[in-house]
């Protein structure tokens, strides 16, 4: 009999350790609990970490995070207002608001990430649609652009930022209040969302290049003209000082000469009025230079009898005899 009291109460004790491992349960500091009887929320949602107890058997405990959730959105193709299809990639953080009625709208964070898909997708589809790339890729309608200096001057729009109304950091918000306010009705808070990238398409990024390349290549053009037009300059320059230069040097040399010419004619003057005899012995050289320079020995000459050439040859046959 005593024997049979044992096992019953061993049994009880199993039980009622069964029992004790059902009802209890604990509470992370990253989650939060929703109590379900039946399938059906049963009072508000347990935030306080630690042990705690629910009826065995009959009511489920639904653990759910209360942690900062991150959404990670695909990258999608959209037109912006101007009819220009871009890429885009957009993040976003959130929490769970009303555990409850997150359970009872979506029941898990799979179904949130799906909800999430669609609200934001859908509110920055209309977002970019609305707006210019302009405003989409600029930061703040406020921010001061930094001015390149080479394009300041340049041909035609190269360079210039057009006025944007609101810009990126606008849009973000426009998109984020938007969002948030049909996310409350599942529960959700949304706490930020960014474009984390923002690209074009295969086909108009090579048209975007393209301008880029058209840009610079008048610029680039822009600065040979001023090049060329700068060593035309120069060598115009260049030409005119040789000229000077030249023509000075020319001048001077005339003068030398002009200044040798006048000196050697006063020389000549003083040693003809030395004496005849030196005014005869310099014709005689003289002479004597030029039949080195006209006779050789295929030269044949005429000469009248009277010529001054003929003089001193006249005198030289007449020796010979």
């Known amino acids: 009999m005593q024997k049979a009291a044992g096992s019953f109460m061993s049994l009880l004790a199993i039980v009622a350790i069964f029992v004790a491992y059902n009802a209890a349960y604990t509470i992370h500091e990253t989650e939060q609990v929703l109590i379900t009887q ?6 508000d949602p347990i ?7 629910k009826i065995p058997f009959i009511q489920e405990v639904n653990q759910i995070d209360n942690r900062f959730l991150a959404w990670d959105g695909k990258p999608n193709e959209m037109p912006t207002k101007d009819k220009t299809y871009i890429l885009v990639d957009t993040f976003a953080r959130w929490r769970i608001l009303d555990a409850k009625q997150y359970f009872l709208r979506l029941r898990d964070e799979r179904s949130a990430q799906s909800r999430l898909n669609d609200i934001l997708g859908s509110e920055t589809r209309n977002a970019i649609a609305k707006h210019e790339l302009i405003e989409i890729v600029r930061t703040t309608k406020d921010r001061e652009p930094i001015v390149d200096e080479v394009l300041s001057d340049a041909p035609g729009n190269v360079g210039v930022l057009y006025e944007i109304s609101k810009g990126r950091a606008l849009i973000e918000k426009e998109i984020f209040e938007l969002a948030g306010e049909k996310l409350k009705d599942f529960g959700i808070e949304l706490l930020d969302i960014r474009f984390k990238r923002i690209n074009y398409n295969e086909t108009v990024r090579k048209r975007i290049y393209e301008r880029m390349i058209s840009e610079r290549q008048q610029i680039a053009e822009r600065f040979r003209s001023e090049g060329e037009g700068e060593a035309a300059r120069i060598i115009g320059k260049k030409e005119r000082d040789l000229q000077e230069i030249e023509s000075e040097a020319y001048k001077q040399i005339q003068k030398i000469q002009g200044d040798a010419d006048a000196k050697a004619t006063e020389i000549y003057a003083s040693a003809y009025n030395q004496s005849k005899q030196s005014v005869d012995f310099y014709e005689f050289v003289k002479t004597l230079e030029t039949y080195e320079e006209v006779i050789d020995s295929e030269t044949t000459m005429i000469l ?3 010529s001054d050439l003929y003089r001193y040859l006249k005198h030289s046959i007449g020796n010979t005899d």
């Open 47 to 53: 935030t306080k970490s630690g042990l705690h107890f």
């Open 304 to 306: 009248s009898t009277d």
């Open 38 to 43: 039946f399938g059906k929320p049963v009072g």
